[in-house]
């Protein structure tokens, strides 16, 4: 039995040059090398410290707080449930929970679905608040 081998050409016998023409186009950025931040701190001389992120970086402000509560505080005192607002039946469950006050609040109390809705809505609120106010100062938008 006879084997026979074919010589196939193509790119396997090309050679590859590294100085080949290479395609650019404006839009398209040059290739940037990755950065090893642990190799930067150690080169800077602060002993291997990498700090991510400012000291400051949640960059609280009072102002903020105050009129995303006051903005939670007014639209959730609109009596739209049963001619009660949510801020109200909110701080009646805990009136009604507080009454046999060393027991705990049932699993089916109306209280928690009163906690969970009013408290979602305040996050929220302050959330965009802060995203709202900080990219209004800083010129974001």
């Not at 400051?56 to 509560?69: E, M, T």
């Amino acid at each position: 039995m006879t084997t026979t081998f074919a010589t196939v050409a193509g790119l396997g016998g090309a050679s590859l040059s590294s100085t080949s023409s290479r395609l650019t186009s404006g839009f398209v950025k040059s290739p940037v090398s990755a950065r090893n931040p642990l190799r930067q701190a150690v080169a800077m001389g602060n002993g291997g410290r990498v700090t991510c992120f400012q000291r400051n970086w949640l960059r609280a402000d009072y102002s903020v707080i105050g009129f995303g509560l006051i903005g939670w505080i007014a639209p959730s005192s609109v009596p739209a449930i049963d001619g009660k607002s949510l801020t109200g039946l909110f701080f009646e469950s805990i009136g009604t929970e507080l009454a046999h006050f060393p027991t705990p609040p049932a699993l089916n109390s109306q209280f928690w679905l009163w906690l969970v809705t009013w408290h979602l809505g305040l996050f929220i609120c302050l959330t965009f608040g802060q995203i709202g106010f900080k990219g209004r100062t800083e010129d974001y938008f």
